[in-house]
């Protein structure tokens, strides 16, 4: 398909990053893997408040605000939410006020994202066990009766505007790709609310590309009472339905890999401090404790275990989150 086919030029968009993001060649990995070839699309470069994913749908997201006239951003995550950091860099640059719902109580030590949610000059609330944004409907009635006109952004900016700035994302890529004269046998990535898995099945689908798109689960956790494979298919789906592409989706499209949760959401193990320290060691680059510390520790048990060939070729997209290394540095053994 031609790139000027995808039909989304009527929805709002308000520029936030700096695109394209590089694709680049991990051959060190590689070598020290004895893998395949790897190669990774770098969104932790998005610019965007030390970058990350997140930018994408944001783009989207935020436009759609703008369009229906908030003066007010309100989105929740866990207390080192990555989204939630982009979210008040946004609103910050576009003069809106941002509110964050924050899993967890206030800690005595401020690092990590969650500095830079101050820095950024958001308004905090704490909501204990409620990190998915369970407290988001009072606080808009509060906002509301001050006067101000308050918009949503859902859970990890995963509703059908932030999966459509993964289409875009995939259009990116594949633009790249030719230019290399490259190609993947798969596309693997962090998967924990679900738009950037979306947006990525919608993209393979219509550039008629044939990668598999593994998602690496993250969370043990479920999307609005729905199963987590579940919500990603009908995402598919309703983001097709938006921008008006022909397009369904089943379960049997899905690939989320739920093999590396381990303990659950941002607790660390062996998996992830190896991921850490290899690609650092290797390739200079530095993933997260909580996404793409674990995906790429998925991605590296894959090859070891011969799930992914060495004639195959891979695609790791860094999705981004390497404040969360400074909140997590107890939890981090670095080895040599």
Request: hydrophobic letters at 40%; charged letters at 20%; glycine letters at 12%.
């Amino acid at each position: 398909m031609n790139n000027a086919d995808i039909n989304y030029a009527d929805q709002p968009r308000e520029p936030l990053g700096f695109f394209p993001t590089p694709l680049i060649e991990l051959t060190k990995l590689s070598q020290k893997l004895g893998g395949p070839k790897i190669f990774m699309k770098r969104d932790d470069n998005t610019g965007l408040a030390l970058g990350g994913n997140k930018t994408r749908k944001l783009e989207f997201i935020i436009g759609d605000a703008i369009a229906k006239g908030a003066d007010t951003i309100i989105t929740a995550g866990a207390a080192q939410s990555n989204h939630c950091r982009q979210t008040a860099a946004a609103a910050a640059s576009l003069g809106l006020e941002c509110h964050l719902v924050l899993g967890g109580q206030e800690p005595e030590h401020v690092n990590g994202n969650l500095l830079l949610d101050k820095i950024f000059g958001c308004h905090i609330h704490w909501a204990g066990s409620n990190r998915k944004g369970e407290d988001i409907p009072k606080i808009v009635e509060q906002l509301k009766q001050q006067g101000k006109k308050p918009y949503v952004v859902p859970y990890g900016g995963s509703n059908e505007h932030g999966a459509l700035g993964f289409v875009e994302a995939f259009r990116e890529m594949e633009s790249q790709r030719q230019s290399m004269n490259v190609s993947f046998t798969h596309i693997i990535f962090a998967s924990s609310s679900g738009g950037t898995h979306a947006g990525l099945m919608l993209g393979n689908k219509i550039f008629n590309t044939a990668y598999q798109i593994v998602g690496i689960n993250i969370d043990k956790g479920e999307t609005d009472k729905v199963p987590f494979d579940q919500y990603i298919v009908a995402l598919a789906n309703s983001t097709a339905t938006l921008i008006g592409e022909n397009h369904s989706f089943s379960a049997s499209d899905l690939i989320l890999n739920s093999d590396y949760v381990g303990e659950g959401y941002g607790v660390i193990g062996a998996l992830e401090n190896e991921a850490i320290a290899m690609t650092a060691q290797t390739e200079g680059i530095l993933v997260d404790p909580v996404y793409t510390g674990r995906a790429m520790g998925g991605l590296i048990d894959m090859i070891r275990s011969r799930k992914i060939k060495k004639t195959d070729s891979v695609l790791f997209w860094h999705t981004g989150g390497a404040p969360a290394l400074f909140a997590y540095a107890d939890d981090l053994e670095v080895t040599q």
